[in-house]
């Protein structure tokens, strides 16, 4: 009962596809915090936060999208490759930061332990899509 090579590349693409879709959300969003937070002089307060849960929410959105998407390319154990997912995304993260953890910076901590439960929370949503278009289909009429 082995997997056949066609779902064994269907699974490596699937978390390749959601590493992918996370990074360009999270670099397109993460780009227009940089430019909103870049700048010779001081910037003001309110711009500092915006820039804060630009950064944030990308992060949360762009896991979310990222781990939906594994899911509905995933053929099985969606679970496994939603955590492979999370655990490239979060490698990937460290390697930008040179791998510190600085408790000064609390946005850091909680993208280092969030990246693998949304990650977690995309898979489910997926999960949940999968089986609703898979049982609409099984339940047709025509199709036995």
Request: aromatic content about 10%; some cysteine.
């Amino acid at each position: 009962m082995g997997y056949p090579a066609k779902e064994i590349f269907r699974n490596i693409l699937s978390v390749v596809a959601g590493v992918l879709i996370a990074l360009v959300i999270i670099l397109s969003i993460g780009l227009v915090a940089v430019l909103l937070s870049f700048s010779d002089s001081r910037i003001p307060r309110y711009q500092a936060i915006l820039s804060d849960v630009l950064l944030i929410g990308g992060s949360v959105l762009g896991c979310l999208i990222g781990g939906y998407y594994t899911a509905k390319i995933s053929t099985r154990k969606d679970i496994v490759h939603g955590i492979c997912t999370g655990i490239v995304l979060t490698l990937l993260y460290a390697l930008v930061n040179d791998f510190e953890f600085d408790l000064r910076y609390p946005d850091i901590g909680i993208i280092y332990f969030g990246i693998i439960p949304v990650v977690l929370i995309g898979i489910f949503i997926g999960n949940k899509k999968k089986k609703i278009v898979s049982g609409n289909i099984a339940s047709r009429p025509d199709n036995p």
